[in-house]
């Protein structure tokens, strides 16, 4: 079974969650691109070619779910990003648990970073089906309402999360946009 992050579901509401996440360690790539699917396909085969050997050790490190991609319109001044703009996406793989990152392979592609995510909390909204902007937009828009509705305030910028290589047929996908939720919710 493929590893995703730990979490533990603090509030649900039908297809939606606030979750607690422990910390974790993910690489990632800046991808210029004019759309979400593009960026997802360029930024998803540097990160690919990474795990699958394309490091100075030439050694695999196992795939993990999900694979995130994030647009943003604003100057991200923290590193590794350094800017952000319209048409530019942060695609990023979340590292096996059992890496640190001074055990982790050094990457040859020196456009690739590793982030180290303290633990945080999320809020998500689960739906199946292909990345397509209408489904993207629609979702986040629910997503964006039960937040409000629930008081909470957020900080940076929606995430979508897919959880399923390309070959798995849409109805059976798991996908999710989610966002990070400021300072700390008790569980509710």
Known sequence: MTETPKYAVIKKHHDMELRQYA????AEVSVDEIDHKRAVEKGFNILAGYIFGNN????????????????SEKIDMT?????????T???????????????LPIPIDNTIHFNTIPAHQMASIRFSGYFNPGQIQKNT???EQWIMDEGLETEGD??????NPPW???????NEVMIKIK????KM
């Open 89 to 103: 996406y942060l695609v990023a793989f979340i590292m096996p648990a059992a890496y640190t990152l001074e055990t």
């Open 183 to 186: 300072g700390s919710v008790e």
């Open 23 to 26: 910390g974790y360690i993910q």
């Open 141 to 143: 828009q629910r997503l």
């Open 168 to 174: 798995i047929p849409g109805f059976l996908a798991r």
């Open 56 to 71: 100075i050790s030439k050694q695999k490190v196992e795939m993990t779910a999900p694979v995130k991609v994030a647009q």
């Open 158 to 163: 929606f995430i979508i999360a897919g959880y």
């Open 79 to 87: 590193t590794p990003v350094k800017v952000s703009g319209k048409d």
